[in-house]
């Protein structure tokens, strides 16, 4: 496909989100942003208003997405793009939000805010993005950085505790940690936690990561054998950044193995394609999404063999393909006195916006954010077709 049309279709998403659901802190707070947790947002902001901080590093890491794929496009001398000044806002008002810190009670939503802010501090010195605040976003990292390493103990043979209870180890904190580190010039640490996850939570006959390890009296760990899509995405970034034979080898097998197990169906211009599974709203909205962002840097990467390249590139696409097909241009009530249109996306491929989200019910903004993250995953594997 013709790769504007994707640059069109992520551009597209981005403002559902941004104009759907971004507004200030509280409303009114200068140098702030954030994202309502559904559309429409409630009129009465309040201070206790759900917010979900890991959904809101998400939307940080989709604005970083957004920043580059208009930076890249600028053909000459330009001014930053939006996106960049809202991701400065988005990490403030996260701040704020949280009471003045960086720091939360989970070590996975810590580590998603680590990565995003991670990206977002490297566009520092681009072209276009000068003047950005970007300093913000280095404090967040040192900060954050630290809790994750106190997050890694001994307890179960290593890994990352999912949360300040310190009760359970498991993929979703040590895969994205795994993957900050691998990121930030810790590649021993990096390569200690995957190879934890290979030993205690890698399913050799799936060929996928299991969720957890609960630590039970005495030290012993009760495996949590559910299996989820978004696990998967982070340690398959982890491996590509570590980069070596014996990574590299487990990256190809894992995108084989997403492409056996975690996707379904979908019908696209009279054909059929394998597209990633969905798990649902609420957190699961964003799981897919996650997934495939990882999935794009597979399908990009040279190391790998090309059938494990391919397969990447085609699940990305499809799902991409299939979510745009059951987008619905909507008209709904805006922020000011005007009416606005937003594209609402399913919560699946092969499903139709309303079928989660049929008139009348708020959308909620991490299948929103899942899709923009898809488009974004599309654009860069397109852009250079």
């Known amino acids: 496909m013709d790769p504007t049309i994707w640059a069109e279709r992520a551009h597209a998403a981005a403002d559902s989100v941004n104009s759907g659901f971004g507004h200030r802190l509280l409303g009114a707070v200068p ?23 890991w959904w809101q590093a998400h939307y940080l890491d989709c604005l970083v997405d957004a920043a580059q794929r208009r930076l890249a496009a600028a053909t000459g001398p330009a001014s930053a793009p939006r996106e960049l000044a809202l991701a400065r806002d988005l990490l403030a008002g ?51 950085g630290r809790e994750l390493v106190s997050a890694e103990t001994d307890d179960l043979g290593g890994g990352l505790f999912w949360n300040t209870r310190r009760r359970y180890k ?64 982070p340690i398959l970034g982890a491996l590509l950044a570590l980069g070596g034979a014996d990574n590299l080898a487990r990256a190809a097998a894992l995108t084989h193995a997403v492409a ?49 390249r391919s397969t990447a590139r085609g699940l990305v696409t499809a799902t991409a393909e299939a979510l745009w097909a059951g987008a619905e241009l909507r008209t709904e009530p805006g922020r000011g006195r005007r009416d606005a249109a937003w594209w609402t996306f399913p919560q699946r491929p092969g499903e139709a916006a309303s079928d989660a989200y049929p008139p009348g019910r708020r ?23």
């Open 260 to 308: 056996e197990r975690l996707t379904v169906e979908t019908e696209h211009d009279g054909g059929h394609r394998r597209a990633l599974r969905a798990d649902g709203g609420g957190d699961g909205g964003l799981f897919m999404g996650i997934l495939a962002r990882h999935l794009a840097d597979a399908a990009g990467d040279p190391r790998l063999p090309l059938a494990a």
């Open 31 to 53: 140098g702030t942003w954030i994202a309502s947790v559904a559309r429409p947002a409630q009129r009465v902001r309040t201070p206790w208003a759900p917010w979900h901080y």
């Open 170 to 233: 498991n993929t979703a904190s040590t895969g994205p940690g795994a993957l900050f580190f691998a990121r930030t010039g810790d590649p021993a640490r990096a390569q200690r936690l995957v190879d934890w996850l290979n030993e205690r939570l890698l399913d050799p006959e799936q060929g996928l990561y299991l969720d957890g390890l609960n630590l039970a009296p005495g030290g012993a760990g009760e495996l949590v054998r559910d299996v989820w899509t978004y696990n998967q995405g």
């Open 94 to 144: 996260i701040r704020v939000r949280n009471g003045f810190r960086y720091r939360n009670w989970f070590y996975d939503d810590m580590a998603w805010l680590a990565l995003a802010s991670d990206r977002l501090g490297r566009l520092q010195g681009l072209p276009g993005a000068s003047g950005a605040g970007l300093p913000a976003a280095r404090a967040a990292v040192r900060e954050l």
């Open 363 to 385: 959308v909620e903004l991490s299948t929103q954010l899942q899709a923009w993250m898809v488009s974004e995953a599309a654009h860069r594997l397109t852009q250079g077709d």
